[in-house]
């Protein structure tokens, strides 16, 4: 069985001659969580109504659980929760109420469903509550309860953290996860701010003009992102040399262009240019580097965010 949830080859999608998604490659593995991140108009929304199928590509293939095209995709699509904008709820009704309203309207079967959904999304005990009365975050919550009902294996969530403080931020997060670890959902999550999804996203798609910069784990993404203390030399092998004796330095990659990123003695850069010229080598230039997601994005994108 395929372990490759949602693969994209050349997508696009075309508004006159304007590509808003261009030729775009994609991989969502099943377990992932993938976070698709782009500035506003980046084209996340496009992309993602491409695959549920809300919109038309203009060119290119997509494939869903193996499935590519009429019938078979079509069936595949079942298998998918969507959160593309914040739904319409009733203001009157209350959570429960409107939740059973949108089953029966899907044909989905089962009156303990909306208990389940309601239970995942922590809105189990909002009683008598009104959907006016409801916090963002539990609005948000209800949206994604909607996109649970049909027991998805892959859930497309657009911008869900859109407006949410630190503190619900934090809760939709934490569902995210526990909804992946407990059920194997997999997560397709679009965010125009990368740090967002931080602590969440297991790999990452830049997307910026409607063009796929780069695909990247996680982990791979920390590594880039690692704090450090970064100094160019002359003789990169001599000076690690001098600084593994003189400092005992360890944790230490030799890049080219004789750069050396120093990840062990943060707090000791005016020792590092110290013991570095007293051994004999040219330094060229020395920085702390910090460990900022955001900046990497933008270095990227090559220039200042203007969301
Ligand atoms: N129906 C349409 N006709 C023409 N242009 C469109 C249409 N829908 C989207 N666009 C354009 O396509 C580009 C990508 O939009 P899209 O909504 O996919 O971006 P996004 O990354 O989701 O950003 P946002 O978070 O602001 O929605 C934008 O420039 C938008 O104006």
């Known amino acids: 069985m395929t372990q490759d949830v949602l693969v994209t080859h050349g997508l696009t999608k075309r508004y006159g001659n304007h590509p808003v998604v261009d030729r775009v490659n994609l991989t969502v593995e099943r377990g992932q969580i993938y976070g698709l991140v782009g500035r506003n108009g980046a084209g996340k929304t496009t992309?993602?109504?491409?695959?549920?199928?809300q919109s038309v590509p203009?060119?290119?293939e997509l494939s869903l659980f193996g499935a590519t095209g009429g019938k078979e995709l079509a069936a595949m699509r079942a298998r998918t929760g969507v959160m593309v904008e914040t739904p319409s709820f009733y203001p009157y009704l209350t959570a429960r109420q409107n939740l059973e309203y949108y089953r029966i309207?899907?044909?989905?079967?089962?009156d303990?469903?909306?208990?389940?959904?309601l239970e995942e999304v922590d809105l189990a005990n909002t009683g008598k509550k009104t959907f006016k009365n409801f916090s963002l975050g539990m609005k948000q919550r209800m949206g994604l309860a909607l996109a649970l009902m049909n027991r998805p294996d892959l859930l497309l969530l657009d911008e869900p953290i859109n407006g949410l403080d630190p503190e619900g931020i934090v809760e939709f997060r934490n569902l995210l996860l526990r909804l992946n670890q407990e059920h194997q959902t997999t997560i397709l999550i679009s965010s125009h701010i990368l740090p967002e999804l931080a602590n969440l996203a297991t790999?990452?798609?830049?997307?910026?003009?409607?063009?796929m910069l780069e695909e990247i784990t996680a982990q791979a993404l920390q590594e880039k992102c690692r704090a450090c203390i970064e100094?160019?030399?002359d003789d990169a092998s001599q000076a690690a040399l001098v600084l593994e004796k003189a400092l005992g330095m360890r944790?230490?990659?030799?890049?080219?262009g004789n750069i050396i990123r120093l990840y062990d003695c943060l707090d000791r850069s005016q020792e590092v240019a110290r013991v570095l010229v007293e051994g004999g080598a040219a330094l060229l230039s020395l920085e702390s580097r910090g460990a900022n997601l955001e900046d990497y994005f933008l270095s990227m994108i090559g220039g200042v965010r203007h969301a």
């Open 47 to 53: 992309l993602i109504r491409m695959v549920t199928g």
């Open 58 to 60: 203009s060119d290119g």
């Open 105 to 110: 309207q899907r044909g989905i079967p089962g």
């Open 112 to 117: 303990r469903v909306v208990d389940q959904v």
């Open 203 to 211: 790999c990452y798609g830049f997307i910026d003009n409607g063009v």
């Open 231 to 233: 100094v160019q030399v």
């Open 251 to 256: 944790d230490y990659e030799v890049l080219p």
